[in-house]
């Protein structure tokens, strides 16, 4: 994009003002697919009122960008991200200060890097809904917030018993754990009465299932292993129905074969990392995901150093799974935002093509969070946009080349 071109012009020469914004002369990735020839935007408010190819038909605005041969796609959406700081919230004082320090900055380094919406799966509750609500009412600056409140797991599973083993005070925040059917329902309509996005349940941790009495997580943190408790199925049945009663998505935790398709049969509408630490050989495995409409979300900026993590992602995509952008980004490795496009370039190491990895962050996302306003540039569609300066469908990188967001109609980030 020419940065001697005027940013923001007025439309008097141009005719009658009839839109808030216009983003003229843009190639378009519209959450889907590639339009052909350049394309104007027009926005009023929160929404994208008319996409028109150019110059044919010429929309006007009382403020408008030419986006002069860029490119225009919806924004960014990561559907698993941690955002609290699990290391440092230990007590009252110590989550004050990461909210008052660090929690405004690292908000605004999503939308810094193009993710305008991100979706919080394990933080502590009334935390991360404050945080919700502070960005809704625009006290803080960041992406629009999804979250799920507190991860549920089984008595002493994971992570409750692992990532939070030796700190019990952000343990009874972050996670939930339960040991009955009746336990599970209680939380969920709880978390349901709180107005949260969706229901995250967690039925195991991450590493292979011996097969044997004992369950062991074990992590290089963890050299020895931590004795596990797995999620019983009817425990994970019953999270799972009382989501769907209160019309919350549910999405579950898995690493294994088996535990991928307990959660599929107990009714859940995604999984959370997929098959990460064996081969996905189960063919009809796959075929139950597309039986039930199974979003798959593979996680690979923390699960690549698993050897199969990106070949069961080939074997599901090839198959026609539905695939949603998810770095399981967390405090303390890499940097929030940033994290989300190393995701979208692994996945496209792993095989995957740029247009794909494109619509599993978008259009994708958007069907994993039940939010079919966001991740699609259309009439009606929330103007949630990125206006890049090099065409990202054929080379994923060019999501770094980031010009302008928009945010709910409203410029968020200006890099001209």
Known sequence: MHQEAEAIASAEARGPATHDLVIRRAHVFDGHRTLTGLHDIAIDGAEIAAVS???????????????????????????????????????????????????PGRLGLFLDHGVTTIKSVGDPTGGILATRAGIAAGTLRGPRLLATGCGITGRDGHPAATVFGDNPWARERFTGEVDSVQEIRDLVH??????????????????????????????PVFPDGVELERLPLDILRAGVETGHERGLRVTVHTTQ?????????????????????????DRSLIDLMLERGITYTPT?????????????????????????????TFSGRGLFGANTLEEAELMVAAGMTPTQV??????????????????????GKRADLLVLNADPTTDIGNLRDLSMVILDGELAVDKR
């Not at 860029?70 to 989550?95: C, E, K, N, Q």
């Not at 994708?364 to 966001?374: E, I, V």
């Open 257 to 281: 074969q088996a535990a991928a398709r307990e959660a599929i049969e107990a009714g859940a509408d995604g999984l959370e990392h997929g098959v990460t630490v064996e081969p996905l050989t």
């Open 53 to 103: 190819a150019a110059p044919l038909a010429p929309l006007g605005g009382r403020q408008e960008v030419d986006a002069a041969g860029g490119w225009v796609m919806p924004g960014l959406i990561d559907t698993h991200v941690h955002f609290y700081d699990v290391r440092a919230v230990v007590d009252p004082d110590s989550m004050r200060a990461f909210e008052e320090n660090e929690l």
């Open 190 to 219: 709880h978390l349901a009465d709180r107005e949260v996005d969706a229901v995250k349940l967690l039925s195991e941790g991450a590493c292979a299932h011996s097969g044997g009495p004992t369950y062991l997580w074990q992590n």
């Open 300 to 328: 690979l900026w923390i699960d690549d150093a698993h050897p199969d993590a990106r070949r069961n992602l080939m074997e599901v995509s090839r198959a026609g799974v539905h695939i949603a952008l998810g770095s399981d």
């Open 358 to 379: 494109l619509a599993a962050g978008t259009s994708g996302a958007s069907r994993q969070c039940a939010r079919p306003d966001l991740g699609t540039v259309a009439e």
